[in-house]
């Protein structure tokens, strides 16, 4: 399995590290170009090359790891309809904070745009230090909150977070998951849980 990361920033890093040393093939891309992430790639090591965002798309699965407001910009101009999409983005808008009951959360937001019904909510739950840090901690694993509507996006993305060293707890649907999982005013952001 080949995962494109869009947004190879805190979070994006952070995530490649552990699927870099689990021995996952990754592409990662930013918005300044292949060639500003060359020495990145070669930090992160393993299997890890720098592209462009196309090219990221066109991997088996999309981790997208760009600031709300970067999202639009950064998947207009590729194709990810029904893609399996790893949303680690927080919704950091206004229009988020007054959200009312029944209102889309931002994933469903991102899977409407991107038309895709495989998007998991996952990894925006932890500070990106946390992330970056070993998942083994004290004899037991670090837990990634996730959710979504399609079940065998759901347990490719339960396989890619238990494989890299995280324990997954799945939340349900991305309407409901994503409610406990939104920052700010979900109740799981910045929660370090430990499954032992
Ligand atoms: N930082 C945290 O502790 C944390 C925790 C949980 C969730 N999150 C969420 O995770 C997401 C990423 O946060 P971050 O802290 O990792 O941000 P960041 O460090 O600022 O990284 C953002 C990345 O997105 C890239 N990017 C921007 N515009 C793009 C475009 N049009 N096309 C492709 N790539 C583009 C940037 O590349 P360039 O530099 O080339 O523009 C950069 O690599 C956000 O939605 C944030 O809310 C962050």
Do not use: C
């Amino acid at each position: 399995m080949k995962i494109g990361v869009i947004g190879a920033g805190s979070i994006g890093t952070a995530f490649a590290k552990h699927a870099a040393d689990a021995g996952y093939e990754l592409v990662i891309s930013n918005s300044r170009g292949a060639d500003t992430l060359e020495e990145k790639a070669k930090q992160i090591g393993g299997k890890v090359t720098a592209g462009s965002v196309l090219d990221a798309a066109e991997s088996d699965v999309v981790f997208l790891s760009v600031r709300w407001e970067q999202v639009a910009d950064a998947i207009k101009n590729i194709s990810l309809e029904d893609k399996i999409i790893i949303d680690a983005t927080n919704w950091d808008g206004e229009e988020f904070v007054l959200a009312k009951p029944g209102s889309k959360t931002s994933s469903e937001v991102i899977g409407d745009f991107a038309k895709s019904t495989k998007v998991v909510k996952a990894f925006n739950t932890l500070y990106a230090q946390v992330l970056a840090a070993d998942p083994q901690k004290d004899g037991g694993k670090r837990v990634i909150f996730y959710s979504g509507n399609d079940s065998n996006a759901k347990a490719q993305v339960s396989g890619i977070i238990n494989r890299i060293g995280f324990a997954g707890v799945d939340l349900g649907s991305l309407h409901e998951g994503g409610k406990l999982q939104r920052f700010p005013g979900g109740s799981l952001p910045a929660l370090n849980l430990i499954k032992l």
